[in-house]
């Protein structure tokens, strides 16, 4: 493979300038290529460039979320918190950019808007606003799993007179809410992470809950000196391990016990009390059957309701507040201070079920026939979450088949890498790998360097195409399908089957499991890419 000019061709055009099209293009400049970077934020970042919302946080501790290709790089960076805010994670990425001279590839404040398979010249053609068409022999979607927001379409939105945000498109200009009466839309974790900081600010706040979340303590703060000193001084040891755990991180966490079923109701309530206070994901693994099976599942659902009760002063609040289906279905939400919030005089919840809103008007909306008058509107309504990007783009492969035609009936692949009928096709962190049920930075590192290793091996071996047969893609899609089916991921209406976006296919999108993923990974490239079609 020749190194590509500086001009119209590249060896590699990459869709994203977050962490993993900065990995990405760091990762095949170092193999001598030339690659190409866009993005339509006028910064890297990604995820951390839009989601500036009040109080928005990782919700994995710093330690872990950040990358462990550089060995330099993880020991001069410092988090200040045990989960960095966004504004660090933001600073953290353009340091990365600068450090490795990453931003002389990337092009900022230009939208890839679509990508064709030129068969006679066996390369992408990827159209761009502002720009040129680009001509690359490999097209990276590093467009992120959670990018494309879901807006739902609430009658009478457009009256509206007062301002309305999205919590995944936040203005950079500070917003205040001092003195304003504030409606929040929706109470996943975004929610839960700003509204506590809003309600601080606003005259008055009303959240609007469709489906109630399962909140375990962050107990966030300064990172503790100790445990960082430990983990530094074995850092690549620490990543190592937690490359070794189901979600690729908490090694460090205790290790699950083996059943709620079996244990006492004291010795139960033990392992749930020390997780609870450890804070974060810990919760979720008190126990290994939590999340297959039912009954163990419905114990650590009643120890959070029990919490809600006991935290929450107004009974009918609280009880609204109580999640019915099965915890970790959705993402555990990490919070600092959510259920509280509630006791506050100037917040009140709304429970869509008993008031749907009907309309928006000028001044406000109507819910269960309530007029309810409003200065703001946040939508925290989540994303068309892991498919999203990627159709918004919708390349066109071989033959003229869409991508929107390809996964009409919800996405498939191979692997979660590649795609039958897209040649030189590779999607970062994208459906059918464990993408989303890791540590999303470990997740992206495994695909990095799985991609990078498959292009060095086409160049050594002289291939100039790779694909997945189609055969491997659906015994990819079929294994994914009986390996989640079990577990309680499939199990409830969450972006995780595609259930939040109405009229988007039912399909579980991601494997939990990152070790078995990963091995499986490698043994196939290993084995010299069994599964695909090289030419
Ligand atoms: P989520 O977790 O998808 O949460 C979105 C919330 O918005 C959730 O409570 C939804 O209720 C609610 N929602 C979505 N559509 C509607 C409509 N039409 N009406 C009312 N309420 C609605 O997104 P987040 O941004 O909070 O978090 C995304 C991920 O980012 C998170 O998992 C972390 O990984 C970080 P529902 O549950 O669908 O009934």
Request: aromatic share 10%; with cysteine; proline share 6%.
């Given at each position: 493979?020749?190194?590509?000019s500086?001009?119209?061709?590249v060896d590699?055009?990459?869709?994203?300038?977050?962490?993993?099209?900065?990995y990405m293009?760091?990762?095949?400049?170092s193999?001598g290529?030339?690659v190409r970077?866009?993005?339509?934020?006028?910064?890297?970042?990604?995820?951390?460039?839009?989601?500036?919302?009040?109080?928005?946080r990782c919700?994995?501790?710093?330690?872990?979320?950040?990358?462990?290709f550089?060995?330099?790089?993880?020991?001069?960076?410092?988090?200040?918190?045990?989960?960095?805010?966004q504004?660090?994670?933001?600073?953290?990425?353009?340091h990365?950019?600068?450090?490795?001279?990453?931003?002389?590839?990337?092009?900022?404040?230009?939208?890839?808007?679509?990508?064709?398979?030129?068969?006679?010249a066996?390369?992408?053609v990827?159209?761009?606003?502002?720009?040129?068409p680009?001509?690359?022999?490999?097209?990276?979607?590093?467009?992120?799993?959670?990018?494309?927001?879901?807006?739902?379409?609430?009658?009478?939105?457009?009256?509206?007179?007062?301002?309305?945000?999205?919590?995944?498109?936040?203005?950079?200009?500070p917003?205040?809410?001092?003195?304003?009466r504030?409606?929040?839309?929706?109470?996943?974790?975004s929610?839960?992470?700003?509204v506590?900081?809003?309600?601080?600010?606003?005259?008055?706040?009303?959240?609007?809950?469709?489906?109630?979340?399962?909140?375990?303590?962050?107990?966030?703060?300064?990172?503790?000196?100790?445990?960082?000193?430990?983990?530094?001084?074995?850092?690549?040891?620490f990543?190592?391990?937690?490359?070794?755990?189901?979600?690729?991180?908490?090694?460090?966490?205790?290790?699950?016990?083996?059943?709620?079923?079996?244990?006492t109701?004291?010795?139960?309530?033990?392992?749930?009390d020390?997780?609870?206070?450890?804070?974060?994901?810990?919760f979720?693994?008190?126990?290994?059957?939590?999340?297959t099976?039912?009954?163990?599942?419905?114990?650590?659902?009643?120890?959070?309701r029990?919490?809600?009760?006991?935290?929450?002063?107004?009974?009918?609040?609280a009880?609204?507040?109580?999640?019915?289906?099965?915890?970790?279905?959705?993402?555990?939400?990490?919070?600092s201070?959510?259920?509280?919030?509630?006791?506050?005089?100037?917040?009140?919840?709304?429970?869509?079920?008993?008031?749907?809103?009907?309309?928006?008007?000028?001044?406000?909306?109507?819910?269960?026939?309530?007029?309810?008058?409003?200065?703001?509107?946040?939508?925290?309504?989540g994303?068309?979450?892991?498919?999203g990007?990627?159709?918004?783009?919708?390349?066109?492969g071989?033959?003229?088949?869409?991508?929107?035609?390809?996964w009409?009936?919800?996405?498939?692949?191979?692997?979660?890498?590649?795609?039958?009928g897209?040649?030189?096709l590779?999607?970062?962190?994208?459906?059918?790998?464990?993408?989303?049920?890791?540590?999303?930075?470990?997740q992206?590192?495994?695909?990095?360097?799985?991609?990078?290793?498959?292009?060095?091996?086409?160049?050594?071996?002289?291939?100039a195409?790779?694909?997945?047969?189609?055969?491997?893609?659906?015994?990819?899609?079929e294994?994914?399908n009986t390996?989640?089916?079990?577990t309680?991921?499939?199990?409830?209406?969450?972006w995780?089957v595609?259930?939040?976006?109405?009229?988007?296919?039912r399909?579980?999108?991601?494997?939990?499991?990152?070790?078995?993923?990963?091995?499986?990974?490698?043994?196939?490239?290993?084995?010299?890419?069994?599964?695909?079609?090289?030419?």
């Amino acid at each position: 493979m020749e190194r590509g000019s500086d001009g119209d061709r590249v060896d590699v055009a990459v869709v994203g300038a977050g962490f993993g099209g900065m990995y990405m293009s760091h990762r095949a400049r170092s193999l001598g290529l030339a690659v190409r970077a866009f993005d339509v934020a006028d910064d890297v970042g990604g995820t951390w460039y839009w989601n500036r919302y009040p109080g928005a946080r990782c919700d994995v501790e710093s330690l872990e979320y950040s990358y462990s290709f550089d060995e330099a790089l993880q020991r001069e960076w410092r988090w200040t918190e045990r989960y960095a805010a966004q504004p660090e994670i933001l600073a953290y990425a353009r340091h990365v950019a600068e450090r490795f001279d990453l931003r002389r590839d990337i092009r900022l404040r230009t939208r890839v808007t679509g990508a064709r398979w030129d068969e006679a010249a066996r390369e992408w053609v990827v159209e761009t606003d502002p720009g040129e068409p680009l001509r690359a022999r490999f097209l990276v979607l590093a467009s992120g799993p959670l990018s494309s927001t879901n807006l739902p379409g609430f009658p009478g939105l457009a009256a509206f007179e007062g301002r309305t945000f999205h919590t995944g498109r936040w203005p950079h200009e500070p917003v205040s809410f001092a003195g304003r009466r504030v409606a929040v839309i929706g109470t996943g974790s975004s929610a839960v992470q700003m509204v506590p900081v809003v309600a601080r600010e606003a005259a008055a706040l009303t959240v609007f809950q469709r489906t109630a979340a399962y909140c375990v303590p962050a107990r966030n703060g300064p990172i503790d000196p100790a445990y960082e000193a430990t983990v530094r001084a074995d850092y690549a040891g620490f990543r190592a391990r937690n490359r070794e755990q189901l979600a690729g991180f908490g090694s460090t966490l205790p290790p699950p016990e083996p059943s709620a079923l079996t244990a006492t109701e004291d010795e139960r309530r033990r392992a749930f009390d020390a997780r609870w206070a450890l804070g974060g994901f810990a919760f979720g693994r008190t126990f290994r059957d939590l999340g297959t099976d039912p009954r163990a599942n419905e114990l650590a659902a009643q120890y959070i309701r029990d919490r809600i009760a006991e935290t929450v002063a107004d009974p009918a609040t609280a009880r609204r507040l109580m999640p019915t289906h099965a915890i970790l279905c959705k993402r555990l939400c990490v919070d600092s201070g959510y259920y509280e919030t509630f006791n506050r005089p100037n917040v009140r919840l709304v429970s869509l079920h008993e008031q749907p809103i009907e309309r928006f008007e000028a001044h406000g909306l109507v819910a269960g026939g309530e007029p309810m008058r409003f200065d703001d509107v946040v939508f925290a309504t989540g994303f068309d979450a892991m498919t999203g990007s990627a159709l918004k783009i919708d390349p066109v492969g071989r033959d003229g088949l869409r991508l929107s035609q390809a996964w009409r009936e919800g996405p498939v692949n191979c692997l979660g890498l590649g795609v039958a009928g897209f040649p030189n096709l590779f999607t970062l962190v994208g459906p059918g790998s464990p993408s989303a049920l890791t540590n999303v930075i470990v997740q992206i590192e495994q695909h990095v360097d799985w991609v990078a290793r498959c292009i060095d091996w086409m160049r050594a071996s002289g291939h100039a195409t790779i694909e997945p047969t189609a055969a491997a893609q659906a015994a990819w899609v079929e294994h994914v399908n009986t390996a989640m089916a079990p577990t309680v991921f499939s199990r409830c209406d969450s972006w995780y089957v595609g259930a939040n976006v109405p009229g988007k296919p039912r399909v579980i999108m991601a494997l939990y499991g990152f070790p078995a993923y990963a091995r499986r990974c490698e043994e196939t490239a290993a084995a010299g890419y069994t599964g695909y079609e090289v030419g």
